[in-house]
């Protein structure tokens, strides 16, 4: 048998089909990355760009002007992401698990009610709720009036204490869908086998849920916990509509995001500097890079070992 007979051919029509995906990612995705990166060693002196290694990160570290800022908006983020693994997850999950039940009716109507605000922009997201809490405008008091709970009402978004769990709130309404539906999707993938043999052992309903199907959809819940972490610690959006680039009052609400849009673009008389936004910026990409690495190789590994 000849040597050009016996060597595999190369596959050119695989090339072909990844190689557009290859090139936009690496347009909108890696280069953007590497050229922050690349940005956050330089400072510029004199209208002229010059090489200052890791000085940007010491001067964002070590001087209190920054180093405040940036530990109030990770501390900031942090309790954003903390409502959400607490609140959203633990709701999505209970939901799914109610929405799957097979004589419920009207499921796939509730379920499309609860996805909905998924869709919605965060600019009006941001707007709705600042206006339905507004203490002028606003519907919330006339709401908890009717309820008799008018004494409970507060301006939420205009108190310091408030505000960013507030706004936390009002993304878990808005995002409470997506967890709902990945864990909806992991309850059917279970084998009815399972189920019926675990009936035939005297467990069902909620006991079923939580000696059977819990720990089968573990990896599920693993997933949507790090899609949690790396979507808050991105959040910019519902912070920037309903609060401005400030994020007050005070910057209460301030996170990574704001606080590097700030930065990098300035605001009001705050001139932007590009270098030390790029600066924070790669400290965001090390927060979220160190988070999913910690999931990967030490949760989720557990996780396997766990479940097989």
């Not at 060597?7 to 590497?34: C, D, E, G, Q």
């Not at 004589?103 to 707007?127: D, Q």
């Not at 995002?175 to 309850?187: E, S, T």
Request: glycine content about 6%; overall charge positive; some cysteine.
């Amino acid at each position: 048998m000849s040597k050009s007979a016996s060597k595999p051919k190369f596959r050119w029509h695989i090339v072909v089909f990844l190689a557009p995906a290859v090139l936009v990612y690496t347009a909108v995705m890696i280069y953007p990355l590497f050229n922050t990166l690349r940005l956050s060693l330089f400072t510029e002196i004199d209208q002229e760009r010059v090489y200052v290694g890791l000085q940007n990160f010491r001067t964002l570290f070590g001087q209190s002007v920054w180093s405040d800022q940036f530990w109030n908006a990770l501390g900031n983020n942090f309790w954003f992401f903390v409502i959400h693994m607490l609140v959203q997850n633990p709701i999505g999950i209970a939901l799914a698990a109610v929405l799957s039940h097979p004589k419920l009716r009207f499921a796939s109507f509730y379920r499309s009610a609860i996805f909905i605000p998924t869709i919605l922009s965060f600019v009006i997201v941001g707007f709705a709720w600042k206006l339905i809490l507004s203490p002028i405008w606003g519907i919330a008091p006339g709401m908890l009036d009717a309820v008799g709970l008018k004494s409970l009402y507060a301006p939420w978004l205009g108190k310091q204490e408030y505000a960013l769990t507030t706004l936390a709130l009002v993304s878990v309404w808005q995002f409470v869908g997506i967890p709902m539906m990945l864990i909806y999707a992991a309850l059917l993938s279970i084998p009815d086998e399972i189920l019926e043999a675990a009936e035939v052992e005297g467990i069902t309903g909620w006991s079923a849920f939580w000696k059977i199907k819990l720990p089968l959809i573990l990896p599920s819940i693993g997933i949507i916990s790090i899609l949690t972490f790396v979507a808050n610690f991105n959040a910019f959006d519902l912070i920037y509509a309903a609060q401005g680039a400030l994020a007050g009052p005070d910057f209460s609400t301030d996170i990574l995001g704001t606080f590097m849009y700030r930065t990098f673009f300035g605001f009001q008389l705050q001139l932007g500097d590009p270098h030390m936004g790029s600066a924070i910026a790669s400290a965001m990409f090390a927060i979220i890079l160190i988070g999913v690495c910690l999931y990967l190789f030490g949760i989720q590994s557990r996780m396997r070992r766990y479940q097989f």
